[in-house]
């Protein structure tokens, strides 16, 4: 149902595939503006609504605890804001870009305001000598704004996620009543801003700043942290990336038109996750391990029917065929170029998005030379890298004969490389030197580069600056996919009962 | 001939009309060279020639082209000599290091153009290297039998860019890497064979195949190729051999699914690849129209190869030895076949007069038939391929036992070409032999085992056949000395007879037998009535005698050994098992410079001692035969030391047994065999 949305093309109902849907989102291009006589107030409450993960209810009863344990400092600016915002009871489902507009004016107010404050504690420097208790609190107050600052960001962003919560909003009381605009605003950031305690130094509210950071920081990256185990944790995954080829869609030659082309932005495709659990914001690249993940969250996720493969809705069979564009323009693979290629599937665009316009970033740790954008290429790679014995006189090595046999076929001078060991023992021989000469000539004898890495091969570095193995392992360690990355001790979102968490990740 | 003589006796004239000063400076270096270019026949003349006076010398070591050396020993010596040698035999130096082939480099350098090296062991990849940056002129090598060659060896040859021709069979260390750089670096190869390498497979053939495009001839016997490499073959331009004996990794499938057939390819040869059919044999017919040559013996023994054959062909000669063959698939050949020249059906199955005479009477112009073991085609056949075939040049009717003296008589009588007639193992009587004596032209007559045949027949042969080179009487026991002292008259070209177990035979023939110089091999054995006088007589005065079997034969002694060691300068091998030869006649033996190949068994005489001290000094020995029970006695040192000369020794274990048999319970047996 919020495809037709989405798409904005009524009698076409693609919802069927639960993960088109989230990557879909953003594609939607009708909206309908809300009534809202503040943009702040609306932008937030509706980016609560969009982004329930980000604003979970662990992350609330935190503020609350802050409220009840800090006492009321001082008033803040962002007040009328809050209580202008009442008045929106039912904020509009779809994503708007006045709201969005507004949201980041809201941002760039309020950054003017921090840093103002900042301002007047440079200034007043002298004076706060003598009065250390007020520069802690116009410290408090800078962090609380930063904090909202921070808040105001993620629900910003959040708003360009997927909404598969507005279904699950609909159905769910309880979460009604938690993105509810009166329940927000009990709870928002008032507490957080307005009372802060002398001993600000909370280490639980630093834990949820930094966490909030981390989330922060999370959201904002355009290119998603490298998942060193993601194959591991997701097998199929694995034989997904494998079979899905960029060039499936080259075999088959639709007509075109005759088939719905869909494009997905840069950030959509490079998104982690495309599951979020509503209730605490957790990603899942599967929607089978959201349900899973969801049991955690109470009763009423465990009945079959909550655990069941969202059915197909009635008529989806007859859903026209879709194929996707590639956002980059310029590739083949763009529906703006002439000889317009379709991607088959999602999997597809993500893979040939990384393989082709992104940083190869994932360095082979073993021959440190070959580079790859979609780690399951790496894995693959990995796994035959230094068993190459077919050598050819250019240095290219091979891990099949037959490759070197084609590659020595195909380029003029360049002749097969007998192995190191039989060489050495030829060390002796007179026409050493000749030979490698003759190695010289060929090596200058390149058809094209071009040619080169169009073809099986390996040994050739690109000039291209990459990550050595050491960032590759750090890259590991921050894995989100993986089981390492959602550790519950670092998740902000730690009220789910312990082993449901770890699992969410394996499953 | 005329033309040597004649220069021979020019110079001998010239001699006599001036002795006085060094006759020989009159005549000028060119015309020494004309006079050496007529001189190739015997190896002899040229050594007579360059021991006329300095000059001569001189000019016979610059006009060599080619050598063929005993002893790589003397190789520094001889090579300083013939400088400008471009074609050199080392196949008897069995013993060949890497630094005899560095001297070789260096001595002959960029004059060597054809190396051959296959009966050579013990160099390496090094000697081969040393050839390739010396001899940069180097267009033909053979390294076939290095067995233990390796893919350096092959990238060595690799690095020899102008060569053209490459032998390498056998080289079984050899792989595809190696191919591969011969492949890429020789551009030039127009003739390799690979046979029984068998490290290599389709992908090396493939390389060669896109890399060397001027490829004429190809030899994959005995290797592992499959279908795969085969299109790539096919696209050669100009590949006319291609040679996939015994590869039995070609199927059906493999040449029916080939697109294309070879493009200019005229010989092919599949014997031995036992999994085609017809069906191979009829597509490979269509896609390639103009072949010439098709072998395909010991292809499929029972299904008939030729059946169903469509199209017309050009065919001129194809071997179907051991093959099932039809009448019906003799038949489609002879309709679907324009002219053709050779035929063989050697020990085919099926064959019946009626597939011959349909043959013979398309083809008339057939040259060579040889029907070997058809034991099922009678006079009937031979009526229809003596009316039918009068340009008939060679037959072959070996063990055709059902063949008469009236298919012998049709033979004289209309077959006056014949040059080659196998008759072994028939019912060959003097009647018949004598209407053979019509065909003049016979160059080579087999009539073995034709125990019927007495001097009488062999007279009018001798009288009426002055060409004559080969002559097998083996085991046909009517032969007297009467018979062969004929032969020795009237066929002075002889230069190879067999008269194993004529037992009637005696020195008188062999006397007789030594007019022929140019004999070069003998085989008598199991003819006890010879003694050491003939076959001194032999020795004597056949100088090329290179061959000799006298096995048996008790009366030979010392005495002839040790006239062997005194004339035959060319005795290359010797079987002397049972004679009454004792130590002084085998270091006798072991003086001749290339004898190569001996075999002593029960030698009465001979002891241990004798036999080692003789191993000692015997430098060119290649490989001896000797009874096992000698073994215990030679010290190991010994053995290995004589090994690493290059020699191979094989250890056999034979009963003594003195006792002949009669050649006609011999006979009787094989015939049981065959019958079995």
Request: glycine share 6%; with cysteine; aromatic share 6%.
């Amino acid at each position: 149902m919020c495809m037709k949305q989405i798409i904005g093309e009524p009698g076409i109902d693609l919802s069927s595939d639960s993960k088109m849907d989230l990557k879909l989102t953003r594609n939607s291009e009708s909206f309908h503006k809300p009534n809202s006589s503040n943009h702040n107030l609306n932008s937030f409450n509706q980016a609560s609504q969009y982004f329930p993960n980000l604003s979970p209810t662990n992350f609330l009863s935190r503020a609350e605890n802050l409220q009840q344990n800090l006492k009321t400092k001082s008033t803040n600016s962002f007040e009328p804001n809050l209580n202008s915002g009442m008045a929106t009871q039912n904020p509009p489902l779809d994503w708007d870009p006045h709201a969005m507009l507004s949201n980041l004016s809201f941002l760039e107010q309020k950054i003017h305001e921090v840093q103002s404050l900042v301002q007047s504690i440079i200034d007043q420097q002298a004076e706060f000598s003598s009065r250390p208790s007020e520069l802690a609190t116009r410290q408090q107050l800078a962090t609380a704004d930063l904090t909202c600052i921070i808040i105001q960001l993620i629900s910003t962003a959040g708003s360009l996620l997927p909404s598969i919560k507005n279904t699950l909003l609909s159905n769910n009381p309880a979460l009604r009543q938690l993105v509810n605009p009166d329940f927000n605003n009990n709870l928002k950031c008032e507490g957080l801003i307005r009372n802060f305690p002398e001993t600000a130094r909370n280490s639980e509210y630093e834990d949820l700043l930094r966490n909030l950071d981390n989330e922060a920081d999370w959201m904002k990256e355009p290119n998603p942290p490298p998942q060193s185990d993601i194959v591991d944790a997701n097998p199929i995954d694995e034989h997904d990336l494998k079979e899905s080829d960029d060039g499936d869609a080259e075999r088959e030659h639709l007509p075109p038109g005759s088939y719905i082309v869909l494009q997905l932005e840069k950030e959509e495709i490079l998104a982690p996750h495309t599951h979020f659990c509503v209730i605490c914001g957790k990603g899942f690249k599967r929607d089978a391990n959201l349900r899973m993940h969801m049991r955690g969250h109470g009763d009423e996720y465990k009945t079959p029917a909550a655990l069941a493969k969202p059915s197909k809705e009635p008529g989806s069979d007859a859903h026209p065929v879709t194929r996707y564009s590639c956002p980059f323009v310029g590739c083949k693979r763009n529906k703006e170029h002439k000889k317009f290629q379709p991607l088959k599937t999602i999997l597809c665009v993500k893979n040939h998005y990384k393989r082709s316009h992104c940083d190869k970033s994932y360095t082979c740790s073993r021959c440190h030379a070959k580079k790859f954008s979609v780690i399951a290429d790496l894995k693959t790679h990995e796994k035959h890298c230094g068993r190459d014995k077919w050598q050819c006189s250019c240095g290219t090595t091979f891990s099949r004969k037959d490759k070197l046999f084609g590659h020595v076929a195909l380029f003029q001078g360049h002749t097969p490389a007998l192995p190191m060991d039989e060489v050495k023992a030829s060390g002796s021989g007179q026409g050493n030197d000749d030979m490698t000469e003759d190695l010289g000539g060929y090596n200058g004898n390149f058809a094209s580069e071009e040619c080169l890495t169009s073809m099986d091969v390996k040994g050739i570095d690109e000039s291209r600056a990459y990550f050595s193995p050491m960032n590759f392992d750090g890259f590991g360690a921050l894995d989100e996919f993986g089981r390492g990355g959602f550790d519950l001790e670092d998740n902000p979102f730690a009220f789910i009962p312990s082993g449901f968490g770890q699992r969410s990740g394996d499953s | 001939m005329e033309m040597e003589t004649r220069m021979k006796k020019r110079i001998r004239v010239e001699a006599n009309t001036e002795p006085s000063e060094s006759p020989f400076e009159v005549l000028s270096e060119e015309i020494l060279f004309l006079i050496l270019d007529l001189l190739d026949s015997n190896p002899l003349d040229k050594k007579s020639f360059s021991l006329v006076s300095r000059s001569f010398f001189a000019v016979e070591a610059r006009h060599r082209r080619s050598l063929t050396p005993l002893r790589p020993e003397l190789l520094p010596f001889v090579l300083s000599r013939y400088n400008s040698i471009s074609h050199l035999n080392l196949t008897l130096c069995p013993y060949l290091s890497d630094a005899s082939l560095s001297s070789i480099a260096s001595l002959l350098g960029p004059s060597l153009r054809s190396i051959n090296l296959s009966g050579s062991r013990s160099y390496s990849h090094r000697g081969i290297e040393s050839l390739a940056n010396k001899c940069f002129n180097l267009e033909e090598i053979d390294v076939s039998n290095g067995v233990e060659l390796t893919d350096e060896a092959a990238a060595a040859i690799g690095r020899m860019s102008k060569v053209e021709r490459v032998r390498m069979g056998r080289c079984k260390k050899v792989t595809d890497l190696g191919i591969g750089c011969i492949a890429v670096c020789c551009p030039n190869l127009k003739l390799l064979c690979l046979k029984g390498c068998v490290g290599v497979t389709d992908l090396g053939v493939a390389l060669i195949a896109v890399k060397c495009r001027k490829l004429r001839s190809l030899d994959v016997s005995f290797t592992m190729i499959t279908k795969k490499c085969l299109p790539a073959i096919a696209q050669l331009p100009n590949l006319e051999e291609l040679c996939m004996t015994g590869c039995l990794g070609i199927n059906d499938k493999a040449l029916v699914t080939l697109k294309q057939g070879f493009k200019s390819l005229q010989a092919l040869d599949m014997s031995n690849c036992q999994n085609i059919s017809q069906a191979s044999v009829s597509s490979i017919l269509q896609k390639n129209p103009s072949l010439h040559h098709l072998n395909l013996s010991y292809c499929s023994p029972v299904n008939s190869m030729l059946s169903g054959l469509h199209g017309v062909f050009k065919l001129n000669s194809i071997k179907l030895d051991g093959c099932h063959v039809s009448t019906d698939g003799l038949k489609s050949l002879a309709n679907s076949c324009i002219s053709l020249k050779e035929l063989n059906l050697s020990k085919c199955s099926g064959v019946t007069d009626e597939g011959i005479s349909v043959i013979v009477a398309k083809h008339k112009d057939l040259v060579k038939l040889d029907a070997t073991c058809c034991r099922y085609i009678t006079d009937l056949s031979l009526a229809a391929i003596t009316s039918s075939c009068a340009s008939l040049v060679s037959l072959s009717m070996e063990s055709c036992t059902k063949v008469t003296c009236e298919g012998f008589r049709l033979i004289g009588r209309h077959c006056p070409k014949l040059e080659e007639l196998n008759l072994t193992d028939t019912d060959l009587d003097d009647e018949g032999l004598t209407s053979l004596s019509q065909c003049q032209n016979l160059t080579s007559l087999k009539i073995g085992i034709c125990l019927k045949i007495t001097d009488e027949g062999l007279i009018q042969i001798g009288r009426s056949c002055p060409h004559l080179q080969e002559l097998d009487l083996y085991r046909s026991i009517g032969i007297t000395d009467k018979g062969v002292s004929e032969i020795a008259r009237g066929c002075s070209n002889l230069e190879t007879i067999c008269m194993s177990y004529c037992t009637s035979i005696s020195d008188e023939s062999l006397k007789c037998l030594s007019n022929c110089a140019r004999l070069n091999t003998l085989e008598i054995r199991g003819c006890s009535l010879v003694s050491s006088v003939g076959i001194s007589a032999i020795a004597a005065r056949c100088c090329n005698l290179s061959k000799l079997d006298i096995k048996k034969c008790y009366e030979i002694n010392d005495a002839a050994m040790l006239s062997f060691a005194r004339f035959s300068h060319n005795l290359r091998q010797i079987n002397l098992s049972y004679c009454s030869v004792t130590d002084v006649g085998v270091s006798a033996l072991a003086s001749i410079s290339c004898l190569q190949v001996v075999t002593m068994l029960h030698l009465s005489g001979m002891s241990a001692d004798g036999l080692a001290a003789a191993l000692l000094m015997w430098g060119s020995l290649m490989k001896v035969k000797l009874h096992v029970s000698f073994k215990p006695f030679i010290s190991p040192v010994l053995i290995n030391r004589v090994e690493s000369r290059g020699c191979m020794f094989q250890w056999l274990n034979k009963p003594f047994q003195v006792q002949l048999e009669s050649s006609e319970v011999w006979k009787q047996q094989s015939h049981d065999i065959f019958v079995e």
